[in-house]
């Protein structure tokens, strides 16, 4: 099989360009909010469609080492059971790899979001996306996925580095 070379272009990660993959998760003047805790805090409402069929919902930590630019993409996964969510615990940017929910990766469809500090990803039930790519230094990150066992694995993965794919420096 032959090497394509593509280095993907890096948007700034947004609820309308990042539609097609899920949610973001950010305490965004669109974001439904009202005062709570006799004043001193302000809800933002309803974030994101946490979706785990008939898994159990698991709030958990990544610790997640920072990655060098440029760098090849290695592995794209995805989890056709459930949504799966990144919040950055810290003031961190990071970035996100996704393709559409297809059965088979395209490819030519994958794209890369910078999400910035204060900002999270949902990603919708089978979005293929790439694993953590922190940048700058190591970063923990609240991960809320689906648990449980009803039966049919929960992880697609597929190596993508003889596809010479590429985040730029």
Request: glycine share 10%.
């Amino acid at each position: 099989m032959a090497s394509i070379h593509t280095t993907l272009t890096i948007e700034p990660l947004q609820a309308d360009t990042f539609g097609p993959f899920g949610d973001v998760i950010e305490a965004g003047a669109t974001a439904r909010q009202f005062a709570i805790n006799q004043g001193y805090a302000t809800r933002f409402h309803d974030l994101a469609t946490v979706d785990v069929g008939e898994g159990k919902v698991l709030l958990n930590i990544f610790r997640a080492l920072p990655r060098r630019l440029p760098m090849q993409l290695q592995v794209m996964e995805r989890h056709p059971l459930g949504s799966q969510a990144f919040v950055a615990m810290a003031e961190l940017p990071f970035l996100v790899v996704v393709a559409p929910p297809t059965p088979e990766l395209v490819l030519a469809d994958i794209r890369c979001f910078r999400a910035e500090a204060g900002q999270g990803v949902n990603y919708a039930k089978g979005v293929w996306h790439h694993p953590l790519i922190a940048i700058g230094r190591e970063c923990d990150f609240l991960v809320i996925d689906r648990g449980g066992s009803t039966g049919g694995s929960n992880l697609d993965e597929i190596d993508v580095t003889v596809q010479q794919i590429w985040l730029p420096g």
